[in-house]
T-cell receptor, first 111, second 116 residues
Framework: DAGVTQSPTHLIKTRGQQVTLRCSPK?????VSWYQQALGQGPQFIFQYYEEEERQRGNFPDRFSGHQFPNYSSELNVNALLLGDSALYLCASSGTQETQYFGPGTRLLVL | AQKVTQAQTEISVVEKEDVTLDCVYETRDTTYYLFWYKQPPSGELVFLIRRNSFDEQNEISGRYSWNFQKSTSSFNFTITASQVVDSAVYFCALSGPRDSSYKLIFGSGTRLLVRP
């Protein structure tokens, strides 16, 4: 039973560029949430996707957008990258229960 | 507003010592869920336990145990006979009821170092 997978594992971008991160949920899960974890801090909720719609959003600017596909996989897009966007981006999936299971994350470095 | 406080930034113990990680939460919801996750150096958050607000029974799983007390809004985590493999950052998290989409509010984490 495959867990949550994310790609790529690491990414280096420069300021002003755009980035797309990808996530495949755990088998049987239909909900995907994205979190940003800055160094030394706890993860912060970005948004959640269910039935291909953004169901809830955290306190992040519109530069952060997402998408969910019919197979429940998801993408996180960040436009006009800032140095402060450097972080570990975590994807979590969940099903009918409340527990979210996390993937290994994508480490993004913005130079 | 929901908030999770983990006052212990870092704890260092010698192997086989018992250690307790503290977690205090704030919420106005009557239905809520509490979680503990472990984050090893690889970065992946590993789910350890979920507790709902109506179940104050303490739980034990091997060397791990959890003490949930609504009266003090605390959900503490104890590792008995710690091992080097327990070294990681541990996060306590809170989520609200279904209409909040169960989004997780995390504490700032406690880094546990278990020395041989």
């Amino acid at each position: 039973d495959a867990g949550v997978t994310q790609s790529p594992t690491h990414l280096i971008k420069t300021r002003g560029q755009q980035v797309t991160l990808r996530c495949s949920p755990k088998s049987g899960h239909d909900t995907v949430s994205w979190y940003q974890q800055a160094l030394g801090q706890g993860p912060q909720f970005i948004f959640q996707y269910y039935e291909e719609e953004e169901r809830q959003r955290g306190n992040f600017p519109d530069r952060f957008s997402g998408h969910q596909f019919p197979n429940y996989s998801s993408e996180l897009n960040v436009n006009a990258l800032l140095l402060g966007d450097s972080a570990l981006y975590l994807c979590a999936s969940s099903g009918t229960q409340e527990t979210q299971y996390f993937g290994p994350g994508t480490r993004l470095l913005v130079l | 507003a929901q908030k999770v406080t983990q006052a212990q930034t870092e704890i260092s113990v010698v192997e086989k010592e018992d250690v307790t990680l503290d977690c205090v939460y704030e919420t106005r919801d009557t239905t809520y869920y509490l979680f503990w996750y472990k984050q090893p150096p690889s970065g992946e958050l590993v789910f350890l336990i979920r507790r709902n607000s109506f179940d104050e029974q303490n739980e034990i799983s091997g060397r791990y145990s959890w003490n949930f007390q609504k009266s003090t809004s605390s959900f503490n985590f104890t590792i008995t006979a710690s091992q080097v493999v327990d070294s990681a950052v541990y996060f306590c998290a809170l989520s609200g009821p279904r209409d909040s989409s169960y989004k997780l509010i995390f504490g700032s984490g406690t880094r546990l170092l278990v020395r041989p």
